[in-house]
């Protein structure tokens, strides 16, 4: 299957600080979403993107396609405590399957 | 709310026991995802429905387990015999067929399954 490599794994930052963590793969992919998960709960949607190249914003994140379709960035701006949780991107190959691949997930702390 | 939902959020059984969840998509959406993700992981496919038709499954989903979708509405995951190794969160998503939007997939809180 396709494999997502997101990095950092583990991110602790301070209330107030910009965040940035990316998602790389090994082939192409035509779409790139990036979601929240909290303990206990489903992945919660935050930015669709489905042009190389393109920028994407929804409040204080914002993403981006990469240019080679191999990868994608999310930033997070201002960091508030309710910011923790864990990040997944995933993607959708260019061979046309309906299902998303996910990351393994970058962990978010943010200490007030 | 609108949201997917699923019943049971949490399910504890022996070995060997039976379990069906269920998933009640976001009412006009008309594709519906099964997912299974393991502590420390993100989600993995496990099949996919079109309305009532299941067109994919991945080689994750094991010949036990067994998906429907019988009025292209709510669905169904079955696991007959459980054993250790089901035990995951089972993640149902949804998402509307009109182009791009199709692959925004919105998810449910998911069923917890653990096999003792």
């Known amino acids: 299957g396709q494999q997502l490599n997101q990095s950092p794994q583990s991110m602790f930052i301070q209330e107030g600080e910009d965040v940035s963590m990316n998602c790389t793969s090994s082939?192409?992919?035509?779409?790139w979403l990036w979601y929240k998960q909290d303990p206990g709960e489903g992945p919660v949607l935050l930015i669709a993107?489905?042009?190389?190249?393109e920028l994407t914003s929804n409040g204080r994140l914002t993403a981006q396609f990469g240019i080679t379709r191999k990868d994608s960035f999310l930033n997070i701006s201002a960091s508030i405590p309710s910011d923790v949780g864990i990040y997944f991107c995933?993607?959708?190959?260019?061979?046309?399957?309906?299902?998303?691949?996910f990351g393994t997930g970058t962990r978010l702390t943010v200490i007030p | 709310d609108t949201g997917v939902s699923q019943n049971p959020r949490h399910k504890i059984t022996k070995r060997g026991q039976n379990v069906t969840f269920r998933c009640d998509p976001i009412?006009?959406?008309?594709?519906l995802y099964w997912y299974r993700q393991t502590l420390g992981q993100g989600p993995e496919f496990l099949t996919y429905?079109?309305?009532?038709?299941?067109?994919?499954k991945s080689r994750l989903l094991s010949d036990r387990f067994s998906a429907e979708r019988p009025k292209g509405s709510f669905s169904t995951l079955e696991i007959p015999r459980t054993e250790q190794g089901d035990s995951a969160m089972y993640l149902c998503?949804?998402?509307?067929?009109?182009?791009?939007?199709?692959?925004?997939?919105?998810f449910g809180p998911g069923t917890r399954l653990t096999v003792l």
């Open positions: 995933a993607g959708q190959p260019w061979t046309g399957a309906n299902n998303l691949f």
């Open positions: 993107l489905y042009k190389a190249g």
């Open positions: 082939s192409i992919f035509n779409t």
């Open positions: 009412s006009e959406h008309n594709r």
């Open positions: 998503a949804s998402s509307l067929d009109i182009g791009q939007i199709s692959n925004e997939q919105f």
């Open positions: 429905f079109q309305n009532e038709a299941q067109l994919e």
